[in-house]
């Protein structure tokens, strides 16, 4: 018989406790912000594996999979809620910053902007173009040697289809081996898509919070490597992170998991 899953928590929902709970590592407007967040979108989320949080040091990668945009308000704000503020750096499209209220919003929480994709009627396309050529994965590990938690969704855009996950983008595993820090992955899951046979625009939302990966053995394989070999050891690492993806979103990938397991940092702290 299988283990059994983590049991759900259900974040706060009660007016009370939401806005008397102690958020020091904020500053006070996005300490106001965060309570005001936790008050539209805490009733809506639960979290699986909640405890794997407090063994995860800083910084951090968080990996999740992406389906609505619902998501890059209520997600964000349930993971700062769950990690008592501290920080947590999101991969945004530029675009989304610049638009009215909710740019501002998400500007508060010092996103990595994204500037690959351009916007609609090419707005801003010579900010963009500049933008750009500074490589977003330098800017990423900029913020992680700087001590600052990253959140990346890997597939790269809301990938509506209800049983796959669309294939990770390399830039993560480039970041991974570039760096030392641990990726947690953390699966979305709607569970009204099975009732609906596709994932909801909006509604109720579970995190499951996965083990950290360490990715020891996969970046002493690759120190000294450069081209093809080096980007062979980031597609593994990819390929790991989208498996572990997949089993907590309860989706399938589009290629299978790499012979080569994730080492996790439970495994790696053992003596």
Not at 4 to 13: G, R, Y
Not at 39 to 61: D, M
Not at 163 to 172: A, V
Request: aromatic fraction near 6%.
């Amino acid at each position: 018989m299988g283990s059994a899953p983590p049991p759900l928590l259900s974040l706060p929902c009660h007016l009370p406790e939401v806005w008397t709970a102690e958020l020091p590592l904020l500053p006070p407007i996005e300490r106001f912000l965060l309570r005001g967040l936790m008050t539209a979108f805490g009733p809506l989320v639960s979290v699986e594996g909640a405890e794997r949080l407090a063994g995860v040091p800083e910084p951090a990668i968080f990996a999740l999979n992406h389906t609505t945009t619902f998501e890059c308000l209520a997600v964000p704000a349930a993971l700062h809620w769950l990690r008592q503020g501290r920080r947590l750096h999101f991969l945004i499209d530029w675009m989304y910053l610049h638009l009215p209220a909710v740019g501002w919003l998400m500007r508060r929480s010092l996103p990595v902007p994204v500037y690959g994709k351009p916007q609609r009627w090419r707005l801003g396309e010579h900010h963009r173009r500049t933008q750009a050529r500074r490589p977003v994965v330098d800017a990423c590990l900029e913020r992680l040697a700087a001590g600052g938690s990253l959140g990346i969704f890997p597939e790269g855009t809301r990938n509506r289809l209800p049983g796959h996950l669309l294939p990770g983008r390399p830039g993560l595993g480039e970041i991974v081996l570039r760096s030392t820090v641990p990726v947690v992955p953390v699966g979305l899951r709607f569970p009204a898509a099975e009732r609906l046979g596709r994932p909801p625009r909006f509604g109720r939302i579970v995190l499951a919070i996965g083990e950290p990966l360490a990715f020891a053995a996969e970046r002493a394989d690759a120190a000294g490597l450069s081209g093809d070999a080096r980007r062979t050891h980031a597609r593994q690492i990819v390929a790991g992170v989208m498996a572990d993806l997949a089993h907590l979103s309860g989706k399938r990938t589009t290629a299978g998991r790499p012979r080569l397991s994730p080492s996790r940092l439970a495994t790696e702290r053992r003596p």
